[in-house]
């Protein structure tokens, strides 16, 4: 292999120089320049540390061994599915330190390594020991990123970004990485891979090529080495060496919303904070735009300007567009987090999906790391007539998760867990390992809206969707939404509720009695608290470890990989190509007192059930594609107006939409509303006995979620219907009067 050096950025030294802060980073662009703050090198961090006391190793150690041994929800799976014993090694670990007074006195780092060595022996990424300041704060990165793909069925790894401001004659967008400090890149991958801890070895794989350039120090031990020696294939087909040193430099700002940090929120949140904290980092290195967009579409609404169609809110958690393939125009939705607050998901996905084509919707959750358990969860029901379960949630059956959830009743400002309270204390006599199974996503709340898009849907996937996002493509395979696509044989396979140890000690558990202590200087832990099951055909298969296996996987390609995606997306059209597409839209005519008239527009239906508040009123065959359907309600304030369409007898399309929502589209007033609520009186108490949980949910003064897609008959299809009696004609002999 011929060498080559850069005389231009440090990042290209020859020689045995030591590292030095790159010159290029002052040549960046300011908005990168702005997100990486103050960079340094490995040995300048190092040379920062304040080692760690000998007490403090062992209140480290101690804490450790209370989480695993007596909180962590998948030890049995771990010990049966990874032959270890992270309970053992503690032990050890904690009577060498408790023997021995010089145990890792010369060597903070190897105590580090060791504890860390432990956790990730679990191969859980919930489940993790977080280093201490001042690594805490801190990235490792290099300047570039690492994908890879297949060609000609080889295993091969690209360039696929180069950060803004560096520049390099042959080191380009494109290369291929051949050597890693003089070792074959490939199994350079599954050295590194054995490093960070995966549930299978797809997950694992994905992690080493991750981690060859960006590592967060809080959940990754520092490289050992402080440059690397990378061996590529330029453009023209040579092989080329360059070094690059690392550079670490404070964690970028969050670009999204980011409810990890309040207390009570921690028993809603399933996430990956390895992969959270590495797409902050590259976020702020590749695409520092991503901020400027969410940050001008706020200034847009803050002025009371719309938003374009497309134009998201929150361009950091969810983005959409239309796409070409082969098979035609779908829409496409990426969704890169779910660390956002679900009604506002809920909202704006509903909002973007609307403007898509109804043919057929590509939702990409690739690289997803989780987040908000329920933001997950709700969105299920948007996609499918089917009514949506949630997972349930266990604990492991300890006298300390006991303690946990009598202290946190109904009335905490933790979390509710009364639920699960009754069946751990069985378990004294039954023996049975977990407790029962409640969902964290409120069920009535998993089904109030409905379905919104009713096209076809494809979801795509990758090794690195983990824990909210797992629990995500695990709802919708088991409730049949549509095919799954894997760019790898399985998902990440993290199914947890994952609690901060900082957590248990200020809020799950905090006062007198408590065997929690807080961590020194900076360092933390987390545990999979709970763990999620499957619901449907797979109802009680643990997600953890055995993930979502994809109905059809497709190896990414070069062109996946510098072309946006093509390959895939055409992959993905081809398998909506071959599903039926269904549509029905409803439009408000007319709404007066408690009666209304709706006009509906259906598509590959040849049934359509019309429901007040769960009650069956009428079955229409639809003539043609259009029709008009009369409803009145009789509880203003509850009653919920739904349509189910039907194929061959199978249910493929349901719509809801409550009262209040169509008195709103309507303009009706307080007036009108008082009088349809007087009117209405008379049959409450008998109507309270139908009353639907879903329905009884959104009782308040406003709806959970925002408006939803009914539409208001525009001027022009109100004047077709006044002076075109013949079409009115036909229209009444679709109608349904209820």
Not at 53 to 72: C, G
């Amino acid at each position: 292999m011929r060498s080559r050096s850069s005389s231009t950025h440090s990042w290209g030294t020859s020689g045995l120089a030591a590292a030095a802060t790159p010159t290029y980073l002052a040549q960046l662009a300011p908005s990168v320049r702005a997100a990486l703050g103050d960079t340094s090198t490995l040995a300048a961090l190092q040379a920062n540390v304040v080692p760690l006391t000998q007490a403090e190793r062992v209140t480290i150690v101690r804490q450790a061994l209370i989480l695993i041994e007596q909180n962590y929800a998948h030890l049995p799976l771990k010990r049966a599915m990874h032959a270890v014993d992270p309970v053992q090694r503690l032990k050890l670990l904690l009577q060498e330190l408790e023997g021995d007074p010089d145990a890792y006195k010369d060597s903070d780092l190897a105590f580090h390594n060791e504890l860390t060595d432990i956790f990730t022996s679990l191969r859980d990424l919930h489940t993790n020991y977080l280093l201490p300041d001042p690594y805490a704060a801190m990235t490792a990165f290099l300047p570039f990123m690492v994908e890879d793909c297949y060609q000609r069925g080889q295993c091969t790894y690209l360039v696929s970004h180069i950060v803004e401001g560096f520049t390099h004659d042959t080191f380009v967008r494109g290369v291929e990485i051949v050597y890693w400090n003089g070792t074959p890149i490939s199994r350079a991958v599954q050295v590194n891979a054995e490093r960070f801890a995966g549930s299978n070895r797809e997950a694992r794989h994905a992690r080493g090529v991750q981690t060859l350039t960006t590592r967060p120090l809080r959940v990754a031990l520092p490289p050992d080495e402080e440059w690397v020696i990378v061996g590529y294939r330029a453009l023209d087909g040579k092989l080329m060496e360059l070094r690059f040193d690392w550079v670490v430099n404070p964690m970028p700002a969050d670009l999204g919303a980011a409810p990890l940090d309040d207390h009570r929120a921690s028993a809603l949140i399933g996430v990956d904070l390895q992969q959270r904290l590495v797409q902050r980092a590259r976020a702020a290195l590749f695409a520092p735009h991503a901020k400027e967009s969410g940050e001008k579409a706020a200034a847009k609404l803050e002025r009371g300007q719309s938003l374009g169609k497309l134009e998201s809110r929150m361009p950091e958690v969810i983005q959409a567009r239309s796409v070409a393939t082969k098979s035609g125009t779908f829409g496409y939705v990426r969704i890169r987090t779910f660390d956002a607050e679900p009604a506002a998901m809920v909202n704006e996905f509903v909002r973007l999906v609307s403007a898509l084509p109804k043919r057929g919707l590509i939702i990409d959750v690739r690289g997803n790391g989780g987040g908000v358990i329920r933001s997950g969860e709700y969105l299920l029901q948007l996609l499918t007539p089917k009514s949506i379960e949630p997972e349930p949630v266990q604990f492991i059956n300890t006298s300390l998760n006991l303690q946990i959830c009598d202290r946190n009743g109904r009335d905490s400002a933790f979390a509710d867990l009364s639920p699960w309270t009754d069946s751990m204390r069985q378990a004294l006599q039954t023996g049975s390992t977990f407790s029962a199974g409640f969902p964290i996503s409120e069920p009535a709340m998993c089904n109030v809206i409905g379905q919104r898009y009713f096209g076809p849907v494809v979801l795509i996937t990758d090794a690195l969707c983990y824990s909210t996002t797992d629990i995500f493509s695990a709802g919708f395979q088991d409730h049949e939404i549509g095919p799954v696509l894997g760019t790898a044989k399985n998902t990440g396979a993290g199914g947890a509720n994952v609690w901060e140890q900082d957590f248990l000690v200020q809020a799950a558990f905090a006062g007198d009695g408590s065997p929690y202590e807080p961590l020194p200087q900076g360092a933390g832990m987390r545990v999979a608290m709970r763990r999620s099951l499957r619901v449907g055909k797979r109802s009680g298969t643990p997600v953890e470890d055995l993930g979502v296996v994809p109905d059809q996987v497709h190896q990414l390609t070069r062109a996946d990989i510098l072309e946006d995606n093509v390959d895939l997306r055409n992959a993905a059209g081809a398998l909506l190509s071959k599903l039926p597409v269904r549509e029905l839209r409803v439009r408000l005519v007319r709404a007066k007192g408690l009666r209304a008239r709706l006009g509906v527009s259906a598509r590959g239906i040849d049934r359509l059930d019309v429901y007040v508040e769960q009650r069956p009123l009428r079955s229409i065959e639809p003539v043609g594609r259009s029709m008009e359907v009369d409803v009145e309600v009789r509880a203003p304030a509850t009653d919920v107006v739904e349509l189910r369409g039907f194929s061959n007898g199978e249910l493929v399309a349901r719509f809801r939409v409550s009262w209040r929502e169509i008195a709103h589209a309507a303009g009706l007033g307080a007036k009108s509303t008082r009088a349809a609520k007087a009117n209405a009186k008379s049959n409450s108490k008998s109507h309270a006995k139908t009353k639907s949980r879903s329905s009884t949910a959104a009782t308040d003064d406003a709806e959970p979620f925002g408006g939803w897609a009914l539409e208001q008959g525009s001027s022009r299809q109100k004047s077709t219907a006044r002076k075109k009696p013949a079409a009115k004609s036909r229209r009444a002999r679709t109608r349904s009067r209820v």
